[in-house]
């Protein structure tokens, strides 16, 4: 007892004498930053003292605290002894370090090396399919938040996040960011033996394979589930490598939950593990030393055995990884728990973490997701939140210091943009042009699979937030697949998704692509957007529309008869649905030619844009359309644009008409040099919904400069179009000058 009274009052002395001195030091430098620089870690203060004396004052402050630090440290051990010595399991504890040693990670200075700036971390992640790849890039934007480092992605994939992945990286044309991609269906023969019972299927196993899966020059790597969300610089965990010892080639968090204790429920029977087992939502793999060790056959000879009384998974290759673990726990290094805060119902997660600075990685592991429960779920769901609406071409950063190459699509489009003469009048356009949007294709889950049907159409259409409400109509009149372009924020694609989730007529479609084109600079790209529909769909023929039209029900079915019976495969022709429009908002709409030519006789109804647009649907002849029973040829006139159907590989559109007009007319005008016949539908029809008038028309009507560069941009595309098609174009130009 009185050795402890003792050891206390050394203890109370101590931080007197340490306080009286940091107050000293902090008076004679007469500066917060110099005060605050010694407060910090005697590891981390490297900077040099600016005279001798100072040195001196900053030498004896330092052996002060560590005689503090080793009094606490003995005052600790004294008051521990008659307890069970048994280590305490929290936020602070360094799992990796040997039992015995200090295991505060506050006071005590890391033995981790440094990562250097320009370091290539390289990152390997499972995905596969349309939901994961959407959960992933939530992930990444956590990653690349914090970075500092350059970052090489390791995707593997099938091929529905191929696709989507690997559009998403190329048009987000973040610097310094590598990303590859592996086949999974070429992995699957390596686990597909394996039966499992978890939600993730065959791809929850593909983790095993890596050392095979990955270039056998990558000696490690960080592998993390999609679910995992970064609160702090990847860089923090990459340097944990270096702690690893000469055995150590696996770097885990102990499992948070119960599960492998087996007393879950009654005859809960989990697979073997080394106490609680650890979880695999965040793993560090030296991948060299796993080739080395044998690592494939390890694995499988443990998954067999394990096999022969467990006859599957529950926790897929979580369990596989413990069993390995169970048989030589010295391969593995404990990851303190801080890297893996497990979201799970009924977990010690609580305990890795006593403030927000513990935080590192969190990881939404319950099916629940984000309803988990949790006593901090709230703080953990809106930092989760803030990145999954995090503007991410705000994370288009370069890393300055570090040498490397721009990829050749961004050097080119930094060379285009530095060309660019600021002084144009139309220069806003122009730069809009250039101007590369992150596209991430199939936002929503799509199934539609495009049988051998010659004939099959796709609806494609493009839009913004303000037209969200058109597609419960649209997919009510038209029963085939579609395929839509949305032009959003990051916060307003969630909002789209909450909707469409939320829509019984939207969410029991799967034949309907969503294809999210992220808005960036002033202009609406309206040709890119139809594009993008464009070029995603499946189907020979597409037709293209806008989204404010509802097409007259039936219209699929009877454009498929139309085309097979007009041979259309055997030809080159666009066919037009006339289009109508209605002033009210409130429509009864017309089920068919004769109801349609009722409500137009009567004015509810009239032929689209007459009163403001004559000439962009006056070539389709209305008057002969009333009375016709077969298509009829018609031609080409200045301004025209109706709507067509046309074979999928029809010119696209031009892109350099951003806004508000000539968007269209550009297209058709093409389709035209190309000689495709006109050819008019004479029992389909669309009818034009009301709405509010777009920004874009708006800055068209009262903006003169707006109007004059439009001009410019038609004189630069007719130049264009005579160069592609010779004299076959001129007639254009002519037309043009006679207007």
């Not at 686990?191 to 095979?212: A, D």
């Not at 926790?315 to 799970?344: E, G």
């Not at 019984?504 to 139809?530: D, T």
């Not at 289009?579 to 017309?590: K, N, S």
């Amino acid at each position: 007892m009185f050795r402890s009274w003792r050891m206390k009052l050394k203890v109370l002395l101590a931080t007197v004498t340490l306080a009286v001195l940091l107050c000293w030091l902090y008076l004679f430098m007469g500066s917060l930053e110099y005060g605050r620089f010694l407060l910090l870690p005697p590891c981390l203060s490297e900077q040099p003292s600016r005279d001798a004396e100072r040195e001196a004052l900053a030498s004896r402050v330092r052996r002060v605290e560590e005689e503090n630090q080793q009094l606490r440290l003995q005052l600790s051990q004294a008051q521990a002894e008659g307890s069970d010595g048994s280590p305490q399991w929290g936020a602070s504890a360094e799992d990796g370090d040997p039992p015995g040693a200090d295991r505060s990670n506050r006071t005590a200075c890391p033995k981790q090396r440094t990562v250097h700036k320009c370091e290539l971390l390289h990152i390997a992640i499972v995905c596969a399919g349309h939901n994961a790849s959407r959960d992933v890039v939530t992930l990444v934007k956590s990653i690349l938040f914090h970075r500092k480092n350059p970052l090489h992605f390791h995707f593997i994939t099938d091929s529905v996040a191929h696709r989507i992945l690997q559009t998403l990286f190329q048009s987000w044309m973040v610097p310094s960011v590598h990303v590859s991609f592996y086949n999974a269906d070429d992995l699957k023969p390596e686990v597909s033996w394996i039966p499992n019972k978890h939600y993730s299927g065959i791809y929850g196993l593909m983790k095993l394979t890596l050392t095979k899966a990955l270039p056998s020059n990558l000696s490690k790597v960080i592998v993390l589930d999609t679910d995992i969300t970064f609160a702090t610089d990847i860089a923090e965990l990459w340097a944990v490598f270096g702690k690893f010892s000469d055995k150590q080639v696996i770097g885990l968090v102990e499992n948070q939950s119960d599960w492998y204790l087996g007393n879950l429920w009654k005859n809960h029977k989990p697979w073997p593990a080394l106490g609680r087992g650890f979880n695999t939502g965040v793993i560090l793999l030296l991948l060299d030393r796993l080739r080395r060790l044998g690592w494939e056959q390890m694995w499988r000879l443990t998954a067999e055995r394990e096999l022969m009384s467990m006859l599957s998974t529950s926790l897929a290759d979580q369990d596989i990884f413990n069993a390995v673990i169970k048989q030589d726990p010295s391969l593995v290094y404990r990851l303190p728990c801080f890297w893996n805060v497990q979201l799970s119902d009924h977990t010690r997660s609580e305990q890795c973490y006593t403030e927000l600075s513990d935080l590192k990685v969190i990881h939404w592991n319950s099916p629940k997701k984000l309803r988990v429960k949790n006593k901090h779920v709230e703080f953990f769901r809106n930092l989760y939140l803030t990145f999954l609406e995090y503007d991410g071409n705000l994370l288009r950063r370069e890393l300055f210091g570090c040498a490397g190459l721009p990829s050749a699509p961004s050097h080119q489009l930094q060379q285009a943009l530095e060309e660019l003469d600021e002084d144009d009048p139309c220069y806003d356009f122009r730069q809009q042009y250039l101007t590369q949007h992150r596209v991430h294709l199939f936002f929503l889950q799509y199934d539609f699979l495009a049988l051998l049907n010659p004939t099959d159409v796709t609806l494609v259409a493009q839009l913004s937030m303000d037209r969200l409400q058109m597609l419960e109509a649209i997919c009510k009149h038209w029963a085939g697949p579609i395929s839509l372009a949305l032009y959003m924020s990051d916060a307003e694609a969630q909002q789209f998704l909450r909707y469409a989730q939320a829509s019984e007529v939207l969410s029991a479609r799967r034949n309907v692509a969503y294809h999210i084109v992220y808005k960036e600079g002033q202009f609406y790209p309206i040709n890119l957007l139809r594009n993008v529909a464009l070029a995603n769909t499946q189907t020979p023929y597409v037709f293209l529309t806008d989204i404010d039209f509802l097409p007259m029900y039936g219209l699929y079915e009877y454009l498929r008869n139309s085309i097979q019976q007009l041979e259309l495969p055997q030809r080159k022709a666009a066919l037009i649905v006339p289009a109508f429009e209605t002033l009210h908002y409130r429509l009864t709409f017309p089920k068919s030619k004769a109801e349609l030519l009722s409500m137009l006789d009567m004015g509810s109804l009239y032929t689209f844009r007459y009163h403001v647009w004559p000439k962009g649907h006056a070539p389709t002849d209305y008057a002969k359309w009333r009375t016709a029973t077969v298509p009829y040829r018609v031609e080409w006139q200045p301004d025209f644009e109706p709507y067509v159907v046309v074979r999928r590989d029809c010119p696209r559109y031009d892109q350099r008409f951003v806004g508000f007009g000539w968007n269209k007319v550009s297209h058709i005008m093409e389709l035209d040099a190309q000689e495709y016949e006109l050819l008019v539908l004479p029992n389909a029809f669309m009818i034009h919904m009301p709405h509010a008038p777009s920004f874009d028309i708006s800055k068209f009507r009262l903006s003169a400069g707006y109007r004059s560069c439009l001009q410019t941009l038609r004189e630069e595309f007719h130049q264009d179009l005579s160069r592609r098609y010779g004299a076959a174009a001129l007639k254009y130009l002519t037309a043009e000058r006679s207007l």
